[in-house]
């Protein structure tokens, strides 16, 4: 069934919507018409049969349905109001599949086949009616990537990518390329070598062919794969090692990686059963996903890092590294390190996986409880949500420490930093509360630290043009292109109490850097540990200023300030006392000293809203910078501190250069030819 126009002529979505579309002859829209309605039977057969597993998923098929019917009618005639409801429909399958893009029909048919690949069968056996649905997806799919050859690379790569999927869903081992493949029982002998493989892929360990003990087998797409996958988050250097080898899980060491502990095959499979469970075949970790040997793919992999994690089905955190497994009471060094921030942050789900003898009916409860999946019965259970007290059918066993991310009973700043970080409603301390996050862990290459965060910031700089050590140039270059971007400079007083950075005085010193352990700070008494000295994290800056940054790390901005000294408190100057002076004792001052110093107001301190601690009302919640004048018309932070607001209303704009005071050595970029 077509429709037409008055003149005879078939129209299609582009033309409903505005646009024009090169159409070889009515016949062969006619085609596509059919194939589609065609393809709807297809879907609604699937649909069908999506039971209680499939959850939402049945929703979503009959909205995907909708929609291809819709595009089936637009096709039919020209109705610009079927366009919009499209439109409309189109944005709600994005939003529920994370696929982002244009809206016309190609478009709408890609959500539709995407649907038939993320409801889950309640069978356990692919009968003959499911692969007779997935034959005909892939079969519609092509039918429309043939007329359309000149189409954008990307949606033809895209397209094609959802056919090897299709085929990979439904048992084809082959659909997918596989560019290295170790056989099960050759695992161990020697260190996984991926140095041949082309670089600048996305590669994700094949979970079926390792749980059965077929073989090692890593897959290539050019493209993020439209089939499900699940990513690894854990820690290079990990808990002590205890003797898990043997003839059927030997120890992996992957060449290029030798640094990080030897990986388990035992806590290997168990993180690819914790895959499984999640309905992905495909998992992603950084020591099989990375060629180790080649900085060209490492820096093009850094650059997708942020995508590669908010794009992925589950993020499966393993606390203790990939040696062992880590039980719920032993403290972790995981939440200190830099790229495990991404890592928690960025995907939609995530679930920590741990050393479990108890089995399923244990729940682990605080408020409410929670039940612990079992991933390995009597091995390893997984949790979504870190609880405090636990049963056994219904009987409490008593209170349960819960030490795996930290140890909340010496110190929960990493912790406060990273629930202010997961909070997706308020932008702004959100932002804040990633920047203090970064400054309290650490990372083997200094400039980790940066990268580690920027996606997380909605930014992306290109890794290849910074060497390892380059910290505070990368640093500088994110900050830039933050305020270009029109976003407050929300770095600001993220630490109260920590000495400002020497070379970029606007921030406070960085963590030494380290392949394993804690972050720790410099300080005159020796390294402290960063998450002892920063101060309270159970907060955000609030009216933070924008403005622009220079190469050197200037941070120029207006604000309200005022001349100033700083009156210490007490001996080590941790606690101060800002008194504000009149411009004529300033120019008094700045011709006997030549020295101007101003208190600069930066932002107010808004607690984090989320009633674990309870709300505290404050005398001094303006937070002020203290600056003193190293050159003409150049300034550097010497520490913030806070205020009454009353003793800044009536200071005046004025407009600042803070930076410094120390020059930063430029790092010299070796290409290797």
Request: net charge positive; with cysteine.
């Given at each position: 069934m077509v429709g037409t126009s008055s003149n005879g002529e078939?129209?299609?979505?582009?033309?409903?919507?505005?646009?024009?579309?090169?159409?070889?002859?009515?016949?062969?829209?006619?085609?596509?018409?059919?194939?589609?309605?065609?393809?709807?039977?297809?879907?609604?057969?699937?649909?069908?049969?999506?039971?209680?597993n499939g959850h939402a998923n049945?929703?979503?098929?009959?909205?995907?349905?909708?929609?291809?019917?819709?595009?089936?009618?637009i096709k039919q005639m020209e109705r610009p109001e079927l366009a919009e409801r499209l439109d409309s429909l189109s944005t709600l399958l994005r939003a529920r599949s994370g696929y982002s893009g244009g809206i016309d029909l190609d478009h709408a048919i890609e959500i539709a086949e995407r649907a038939v690949k993320l409801t889950p069968s309640?069978?356990?056996?692919?009968?003959?009616?499911?692969?007779?649905?997935?034959?005909?997806?892939?079969s519609h799919i092509r039918n429309f990537i043939e007329p359309r050859q000149d189409t954008n690379e990307d949606i033809l790569s895209t397209l094609t990518n959802e056919i090897a999927c299709l085929r990979f869903y439904g048992g084809d081992t082959s659909a997918i390329s596989c560019v290295f493949e170790v056989p099960f029982q050759d695992l161990g002998?020697?260190?996984?070598?991926?140095?041949?493989?082309?670089?600048?892929?996305?590669?994700?360990?094949?979970?079926?062919?390792?749980?059965?003990?077929?073989?090692?087998?890593?897959?290539?797409?050019?493209?993020l794969p439209a089939e499900r996958y699940a990513a690894l988050s854990y820690v290079w250097r990990g808990l002590n090692h205890e003797e898990t080898s043997d003839a059927l899980h030997p120890d992996l060491v992957v060449q290029g990686a030798e640094d990080a502990d030897p990986i388990s095959a035992a806590v290997l499979r168990t993180a690819c059963l914790a895959s499984l469970s999640y309905k992905c075949h495909l998992l992603w970790l950084d020591r099989l996903s990375i060629m180790q040997t080649n900085s060209s793919d490492k820096s093009?992999?850094?650059?997708?890092?942020?995508?590669?994690?908010s794009s992925c089905e589950v993020c499966i955190i393993f606390p203790g590294g990939l040696r062992r497994l880590a039980s719920l009471e032993e403290e972790t060094s995981w939440i200190q390190r830099a790229w495990t921030l991404q890592e928690a942050i960025a995907p939609q789900n995530v679930i920590c996986v741990f050393s479990w003898p108890e089995g399923q009916t244990v729940r682990i409860q605080s408020h409410f409880s929670v039940p612990v999946a079992d991933i390995e019965v009597g091995v390893s259970g997984s949790l979504g949500h870190m609880?405090?007290?636990?049963?056994?059918?219904?009987?409490?066993?008593?209170?349960?420490?819960?030490?795996?991310?930290?140890?909340?009973?010496?110190?929960?700043?990493?912790?406060?930093?990273?629930?202010?970080?997961?909070?997706?409603?308020?932008?702004?301390?959100?932002?804040?509360?990633?920047?203090?996050?970064?400054?309290?862990?650490?990372?083997?290459?200094?400039?980790?630290?940066?990268?580690?965060?920027?996606?997380?910031l909605g930014v992306s700089l290109e890794p290849s043009s910074f060497t390892k050590d380059d910290r505070h140039h990368a640093t500088i270059e994110l900050a830039s292109a933050l305020l270009a971007n029109g976003d407050p400079a929300l770095w600001l007083a993220i630490s109260l109490d920590m000495d400002p950075n020497p070379h970029l005085s606007t921030m406070p010193i960085m963590p030494e850097t380290s392949v394993s352990g804690r972050a720790y700070i410099k300080t005159p008494n020796g390294l402290t540990e960063a998450a002892m000295i920063v101060g309270s994290s159970w907060w955000?800056?609030?009216?933070?200023?924008?403005?622009?940054?220079?190469?050197?790390?200037?941070?120029?901005?207006?604000?309200?300030?005022?001349?100033?000294?700083?009156?210490?408190?007490?001996a080590d100057k941790s606690?101060?006392?800002?008194?504000?002076?009149?411009?004529?004792?300033?120019?008094?001052?700045?011709?006997?000293?030549?020295?101007?110093?101003?208190?600069?107001?930066?932002?107010?301190?808004?607690?984090?809203?989320?009633?674990?601690?309870?709300?505290?009302?404050?005398?001094?919640?303006?937070?002020?910078?203290?600056?003193?004048?190293?050159?003409?018309?150049?300034?550097?932070?010497?520490?913030?501190?806070?205020?009454?607001?009353?003793?800044?209303?009536?200071?005046?704009?004025?407009?600042?250069?803070?930076?410094?005071?120390?020059?930063?050595?430029?790092?010299?970029?070796?290409?290797?030819s």
């Open positions: 078939v129209k299609s979505a582009a033309a409903a919507s505005g646009r024009t579309e090169n159409v070889g002859s009515s016949q062969s829209t006619t085609a596509q018409i059919n194939a589609l309605l065609d393809f709807t039977v297809a879907l609604q057969r699937r649909s069908e049969r999506t039971g209680e049945g929703d979503f098929l009959s909205d995907a349905i909708t929609a291809a019917e819709i595009a089936v009618q309640d069978d356990t056996n692919i009968d003959y009616t499911f692969m007779a649905d997935l034959e005909q997806a892939i002998k020697t260190a996984l070598v991926l140095d041949h493989v082309p670089p600048q892929r996305f590669r994700y360990l094949d979970c079926r062919a390792y749980v059965q003990q077929n073989a090692l087998r890593v897959l290539e797409f050019n493209t093009w992999q850094i650059k997708n890092m942020y995508r590669i994690y609880r405090r007290q636990s049963t056994i059918d219904g009987r409490s066993l008593g209170p349960q420490p819960i030490n795996i991310f930290t140890d909340h009973t010496r110190v929960r700043s990493p912790l406060e930093a990273l629930l202010g970080a997961l909070d997706r409603r308020n932008k702004h301390l959100r932002a804040n509360a990633i920047w203090r996050s970064a400054l309290l862990r650490t990372s083997s290459r200094p400039v980790d630290m940066i990268f580690s965060i920027m996606g997380l955000w800056l609030e009216g933070a200023p924008g403005g622009s940054m220079d190469e050197d790390g200037y941070f120029k901005f207006t604000a309200k300030a005022a001349p100033a000294r700083m009156i210490a408190r007490n606690s101060c006392e800002i008194r504000p002076y009149s411009e004529e004792q300033e120019s008094a001052i700045g011709n006997k000293e030549h020295r101007r110093s101003f208190a600069v107001v930066v932002g107010e301190k808004r607690q984090y809203p989320y009633g674990v601690y309870g709300v505290f009302q404050y005398k001094e919640t303006t937070v002020v910078m203290f600056v003193e004048e190293h050159q003409p018309g150049k300034w550097h932070n010497v520490k913030y501190t806070l205020v009454n607001g009353d003793l800044v209303k009536d200071w005046r704009l004025r407009e600042f250069e803070v930076g410094g005071p120390k020059p930063i050595k430029r790092e010299v970029k070796l290409i290797s």
